[in-house]
């Protein structure tokens, strides 16, 4: 009983540290990037390498501040970075996989479910159910299914 709850305990720790190490792979020194196209305008709203390692945190930051307070800044808003980073040729930053967010994000292994309710193309409303208050990231399946059309 106690070999199996080390060897649980281990491959636990394995994969824990496969994930990990698999999230940061694209941002560790040295490893290539997928291509990416380049941002519209001459920078992105912080400093580049800044941005590589944190816009998760700088969006999740924005969407509390928005939900729980509503606040609206439009630094950190996703409807900018989709407006900046959308694909000359889909026109969406995820429409496919060479696209700007999912191009790190599948070699990364990542899958970001925020597409199901915001729109990954300039100038597309993906929300109708915005501003009803509440926290709306808690109702993903209502959210979704009333949307299927506008994914993608
Ligand atoms: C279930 C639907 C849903 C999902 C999934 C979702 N969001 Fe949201 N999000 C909303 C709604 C609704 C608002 C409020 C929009 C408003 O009132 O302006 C919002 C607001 C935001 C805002 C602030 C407004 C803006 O454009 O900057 C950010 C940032 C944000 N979400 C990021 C994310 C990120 C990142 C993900 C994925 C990790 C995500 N959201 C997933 C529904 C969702
Ligand atoms: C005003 C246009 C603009 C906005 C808004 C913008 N970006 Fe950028 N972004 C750029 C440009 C331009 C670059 C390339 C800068 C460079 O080459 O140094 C860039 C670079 C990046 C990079 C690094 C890419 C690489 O080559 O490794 C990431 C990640 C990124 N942006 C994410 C975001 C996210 C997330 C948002 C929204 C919170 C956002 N950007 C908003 C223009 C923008
Ligand atoms: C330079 C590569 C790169 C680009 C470009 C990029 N991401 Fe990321 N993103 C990552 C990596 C790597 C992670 C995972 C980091 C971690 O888990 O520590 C991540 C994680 C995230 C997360 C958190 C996911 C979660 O479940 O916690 C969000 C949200 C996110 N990215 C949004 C975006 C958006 C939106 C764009 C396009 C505007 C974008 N990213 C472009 C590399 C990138």
Redesign the pocket.
């Given at each position: 009983m106690a070999r199996l709850a080390n060897w649980l305990r281990l491959v636990t720790l394995s994969v824990a540290v496969a994930v990990s190490a698999a999230a940061s792979f694209p941002v560790a020194a040295g490893v290539d990037l997928p291509r990416l196209e380049k941002g519209r305008g001459d920078k992105c709203v912080e400093e580049t390498q800044n941005m590589r390692r944190n816009h998760?945190e700088?969006?999740?930051?924005?969407?509390?501040?928005?939900?729980r307070k509503?606040i609206?800044?439009?630094r950190?808003?996703?409807?900018?970075?989709v407006e900046c980073h959308a694909s000359e040729k889909s026109g969406s930053v995820a429409a496919s996989k060479e696209d700007f967010c999912s191009a790190c994000h599948s070699y990364a292994g990542i899958k970001?479910?925020?597409?199901?309710?915001?729109a990954t193309k300039p100038g597309k409303k993906a929300?109708p159910?915005?501003?009803?208050g509440g926290n709306?990231?808690?109702?993903?399946?209502?959210?979704?299914t009333a949307q299927p059309g506008d994914r993608k």
């Open positions: 998760m700088y969006l999740k930051h924005q969407r509390d501040e928005t939900l509503g609206r800044t439009t950190h808003s996703l409807k900018k970075c970001l479910d925020c597409w199901d309710c915001h929300m159910m915005a501003g009803q709306t990231h808690n109702t993903s399946p209502l959210m979704a």
